[in-house]
């Protein structure tokens, strides 16, 4: 049968579009990705869809699929609901392949995605170059691909978006001001002025940015109307 | 009372979220953009919501937005519903500038774009550089800037999402072979070999691509598994 990734999109389960609940509702599995954002409560999905729906850690999505979502796919149609876009900020490519492999028709219901929401800010989406990410430091792995990601867009005038690192079943989820941390401390091992503490920086690493998940955008090259937009804010 | 800028995502009216279809069944007035891609028919939007749907083209929306939408804004909430996110690959920025200067609040109903659905591709999202976009060549018009964004994102080996032009409300839709001899003549002209005819380009301006809207990636530097899953379409 089929093998449905569904996005949830950005906010509760009303971010659903009619097409996913409909792909949802048909579907005698229904599996909800747990592990790389925060998602909309199981119980509010339920109570939606009108069925059981289980939750799928990385080890069910990455290790066991063949015997979870993809067997479900196997006998009947399956979704698998993901935070935001399925293919966007998580793109579960190594499941279509595995579908594919074992010729399991696939269907992607997309949806919104922080890496276009990111315009609410003011900054026009189409001048952000690469997305990067922000890991956890641990003890010997502080690694410093988020400033050569910087640099690189910096040099085309493009604006960052960083998205940080979280693990939900922990409930861990990197705050803004820690992430401001990680890249003045690698601002200051590298010192080439990419990322420096000067005003804003220092001011938004003590601020409350509310409940997470949370990202952080390096502004690159300001038109007027994003300056004037991003007033906004103040 | 309130601006809604409802998101439409990029099928059907079933690609509306939960969240927009309701706010769009509460508002007192709900328009349709009918300029910047194709939308689903008004017909099904007013079936699905039970209500007038009114078209607003761009002389509605950019120079008689006070008398319509915003006027409408003040006395009630006012819905306008966009094609896929309402602020990614066409931020209506000024609308919002107008609504503040107004003090009408906003609020921005997030939904699938084609800027994150490229990840169906199989080619990494996060690895995107700038969004350009192709204009219409008119006589005396034939910019290069899409030429230059493709280089500056080839330095950096991210992909290349061009937006082709479009004039839905004149049936005008520019196809990718269009695109593709665009590029092919700027490489002509420029020769720095950012775009070259060698095989790919060349066989694809010959290919029917089905009804519009489109778009063409350039790829960058590709990982492995993205050329593995690129290989799906072949």
Not at 102 to 129: D, W
Request: charged share 20%; net charge neutral.
């Amino acid at each position: 049968m089929t093998l449905y990734l569904v996005g949830l999109g950005l906010g509760d389960e009303k971010g659903l579009t009619l097409a996913g609940l409909a792909a949802a509702r048909a579907c005698s599995a229904v599996y909800l990705e747990t592990y790389t954002s925060v998602t909309p409560s199981r119980q509010a999905l339920e109570t939606l869809l009108g069925r059981a729906v289980i939750p799928a850690n990385r080890k069910l999505v990455e290790q066991d699929a063949e015997s979870t979502l993809l067997a479900a796919a196997k006998s009947g149609d399956c979704c698998l609901l993901v935070p935001g876009d399925p293919l966007a900020a998580t793109t579960h490519i190594d499941l279509l392949h595995r579908a594919r492999e074992l010729r399991i028709p696939i269907r992607i219901i997309h949806n919104a995605s922080i890496m276009t929401a990111v315009a609410e800010t003011g900054l026009q989406p189409y001048k952000f170059g690469k997305t990067g990410s922000i890991p956890f430091p641990a003890p010997g792995y502080e690694p410093e691909t988020p400033y050569d990601l910087l640099k690189e867009n910096q040099k085309l005038g493009a604006h960052t978006l960083f998205l940080l690192d979280l693990k939900p079943e922990e409930g861990r989820y990197m705050p803004i001001p820690d992430a401001i941390r990680i890249l003045l401390k690698l601002e200051l091992r590298r010192n080439e002025k990419a990322f420096t503490p000067a005003g804003p920086a220092k001011a938004l690493a003590k601020e409350n940015f509310g409940p997470p998940p949370h990202c952080l955008i390096v502004p690159g090259k300001l038109h007027f109307i994003e300056e004037e937009t991003l007033a906004f804010w103040q």
